[in-house]
């Protein structure tokens, strides 16, 4: 309990107010209500990043040498579009801060997306990687890369005090959720698909950008209490 005391006078009086239960949290809270439709969004954007990153991109390696590329151009090609993606690190940082975090999670979402698309529509590999190959790849580590740099800050900025820390645990957990399924798609042969695999994970994505769109908040200059407010008292 909390007490107060008053003084000045000979008949001061000390009046004891009861403390405010601190609002209950759980997982619960994050799947209803207005913060639903944004848990769903992380999630599935964490979710598809991991079939990305530790599916599709782990195996186009050997997919690439399965078209008749030789397997050391193709480690080639993804070490040429890994140095070639480093300066997109500097826009991830930039665009976060001064344009608009959601707006910018969105845009390298729908951005990954849109160049697993490219892939789906690729011709056939060659025995060295042409220049068409190379760009995909190095905007796929670009964008997918960008995804997770600004998805789990978001999730710490976005969610009240007293889901936050679930929150931020729940969007982290859903990213390693998407490598264990990348990983397990990949033992049952899902990624030897290369087409099919980078549509399935395009549309995951463009599903997860939908629901970022509508139901995000903004939190670029906004302070912690401010953002709270915008989704009102739980």
């Known amino acids: 309990r909390r007490t107060s005391a008053h003084t000045g006078t000979a008949g001061d009086q000390v009046v004891a107010e009861p403390e405010r239960a601190p609002p209950a949290g759980g997982l619960r809270l994050l799947l209803k209500g207005r913060h639903a439709m944004l848990t769903w969004g992380l999630m599935a954007c964490g979710v598809a ?88 790849t190095a905007l796929l580590l670009v964008s997918s890369s960008g995804v997770i740099a600004m998805l789990i800050p978001y999730a710490a900025e976005i969610y009240p005090v007293h889901l936050r820390g679930t929150g931020s645990g729940v969007v982290a957990a859903s990213s390693k959720a998407g490598g264990i399924l990348g990983a397990g798609f990949g033992v049952l042969g899902v990624f030897d698909h290369l087409a099919g695999s980078a549509l399935f994970i395009a549309a995951a994505l463009a599903v997860a950008a939908g629901l970022l769109w509508r139901s995000g908040v903004e939190t670029r200059g906004r302070r912690l209490e401010d953002i709270q407010a915008a989704f009102g008292a739980d």
């Open 49 to 136: 990043w991991g079939l990305v990153n530790f599916g599709f991109l782990l195996w186009l390696p050997t997919n690439l040498g399965s078209m008749d590329m030789d397997p050391a151009a193709a480690n080639q090609l993804l070490a040429r579009s890994a140095l070639m993606a480093l300066p997109g690190i500097a826009l991830v940082i930039w665009l976060y801060h001064r344009w608009g975090s959601i707006g910018a999670l969105v845009l390298f979402v729908a951005a990954t997306a849109a160049t697993l698309l490219c892939f789906a529509g690729r011709p056939r590999a060659q025995r060295r990687p042409p220049p068409a190959m190379v760009a995909p």
